[in-house]
């Protein structure tokens, strides 16, 4: 499992609004574990992907970037990636297969 940190700048509330609207146009399948975090200066988004090859993937495609845009999040200002060491889920550990 590969985990990425996302950093967007701005105004929290619209930024949160934002990232509603992004996250409602991606299929519900791929929200596997996730997190939205209001910042005081912005949102902070913690995503996880199968491998860091569909992390790239992702993040490269011009059409999330365009979504991005598009729902007003606008790009990242940070975008940072590492292998998942342990992950838990309302107290049980999960593993790359049942987060993939």
Avoid: N
């Avoid at 990425?4 to 399948?29: N, V």
């Avoid at 200066?41 to 569909?54: F, H, K, Q, S």
């Avoid at 993937?57 to 975008?79: I, K, M, V």
């Amino acid at each position: 499992m590969y985990a990425s940190i996302w950093k967007f700048d701005g105004d929290p509330d619209a930024l949160a609004t934002a990232y509603e609207a992004f996250t409602m146009a991606l299929p519900r399948d791929i929200m596997r574990l996730h997190l939205a975090l209001r910042a005081p200066d912005g949102l902070v988004i913690v995503d996880t992907c199968p491998t860091r090859d569909a992390f790239v993937a992702f993040t490269s495609d011009p059409h999330t970037r365009e979504q991005l845009t598009r729902h007003g999040l606008g790009l990242p200002t940070e975008l940072d990636g590492y292998p998942v060491s342990a992950a838990f889920v309302d107290g049980a550990r999960v593993d790359d297969e049942s987060i993939a």
